[in-house]
């Protein structure tokens, strides 16, 4: 089992940037594939960004892409969001994921995959 905790969010500017974290305890983080999500008031939770277990592969949303970058850091048990050219309608709760699946190569962008998740934090962007 894992517990996730995340940090790093916050108030900025459109244009500006942040940097999501996630810290991990309990045992053998390097066996879960990572995942971040978020959920926009009134809507519901998305996609934002995955990895797999060694790092070596990721996904994105279309949303995002070109603008976050996820990473990990399996010595120090965390997960990376790194946010860039934000804009107002990156606006959400965001959550930190870890899917359990022993057979996953990759990530997966779906919710149903993934097993433990984070309490969530804040991101709001200003026009």
């Known amino acids: 089992q894992v517990q996730l905790v995340e940090s790093g969010g916050g108030l900025v500017q459109a244009g500006g940037s942040l940097r999501l974290s996630c810290a991990a305890s309990?045992?053998?983080?390097?066996?879960?594939?990572m995942g971040w999500f978020r959920q926009a008031p009134g809507k519901e939770r998305e996609f934002v960004a995955g990895?797999?277990?060694?790092?070596?592969?990721?996904i994105y949303a279309d949303s995002v892409k070109g603008r976050f970058t996820i990473s990990r850091d399996n010595v120090k048990k965390m997960v990376l969001l790194q946010m860039n050219s934000l804009k107002p309608e990156d606006t959400a709760v965001y959550y930190c994921a870890a899917d359990d699946n022993p057979f996953r190569f990759s990530s997966s962008s779906s919710q149903k995959d993934y097993d433990y998740w984070g309490q969530g934090t804040q991101v709001t962007v200003s026009s």
């Open positions: 309990g045992r053998s983080f390097r066996n879960y594939a």
């Open positions: 990895i797999s277990k060694s790092g070596g592969m990721t």
